[in-house]
Structures are given as C-alpha cells and as structure tokens.
Nanobody, 124 residues
Framework: QVQLVESEGGLVQAGGSLRLSCAAS????????MAWFRQAPDKEREFVAA????????VYADSVKARFTISRDNGKNTVDLQMNSLKPDDTAVYYC?????????????????WGQGTQVTVSS
C-alpha cells in the first residue's frame, strides 16, 4: 500500500531553520506531484508548497515564499521542505501529500495520499 512518512519535526527558535523529509513507498513516485501542507491548532489545513513530477517547477504559499524551498529526489522517492527564517506563525503539523493527476495545485482535495504529519514548533 502507499505510504508517505514524514521525518521528525522539532522545536526551533524563531529565525532558525529546519528540514523536513517525506519518504514515499508503494507508488511510482516520479508519476506523482508532491506537496506540503500544514495545520495549526484551531485552524484549517493550508497549502505550503508543491512540486511537479519532474521537479522542474514549484509553487509556494505567499506566507512562505522566499523562506521555504521544496525539492524532490525521484531516485530516492523523497520530497523535502527546507524551512529558513522560521517564525512562530509557522508552528503547525506538517503533512506531505501526493497527487497522481493534479500538478502544482494548492487544493488539498486534489491529493490522494497523505502522510501522518509531523509537528514543527517555533518558539519566539
């Protein structure tokens, strides 16, 4: 079966950096667009970043643009999210997601598979 497993998040001070990784199995990874979403307490899940199947194109939420970078390695079946200049507002559970048919979409409904999520906490 399809599994998306995020790496452990963590606690980081404001202004710091953290890198998340998502390992995929049970699917032909290179045929899936990938994305990261996040959900803060008492808030709806929101789009963070997406990357096309080849990795040639990316899209970001305005709130993370120029601070976060999404990348993928189709040989290792992984998608990463490098997070720099972190802010307390970035505190959330972060999820990776996979879509067979959509590409660079911010709509969570377009993604068929989801990881279990990993907690990122940014202290002020």
């Amino acid at each position: 079966q399809v599994q998306l497993v995020e790496s452990e998040g963590g606690l980081v001070q404001a202004g710091g950096s953290l890198r998340l990784s998502c390992a995929a199995s049970g699917l032909t990874f290179s045929t899936y667009a990938m994305a990261w979403f996040r959900q803060a307490p008492d808030k709806e899940r929101e789009f963070v970043a997406a990357i096309t199947r080849s990795g040639s194109s990316t899209v970001y939420a305005d709130s993370v643009k120029a601070r976060f970078t999404i990348s993928r390695d189709n040989g290792k079946n992984t998608v990463d999210l490098q997070m720099n200049s972190l802010k307390p507002d970035d505190t959330a559970v972060y999820y990776c997601a996979a879509s067979r048919w959509a590409s660079r979409t911010a709509s969570s409904e377009s993604y068929e598979y989801w990881g279990q999520g990993t907690q990122v906490t940014v202290s002020s």
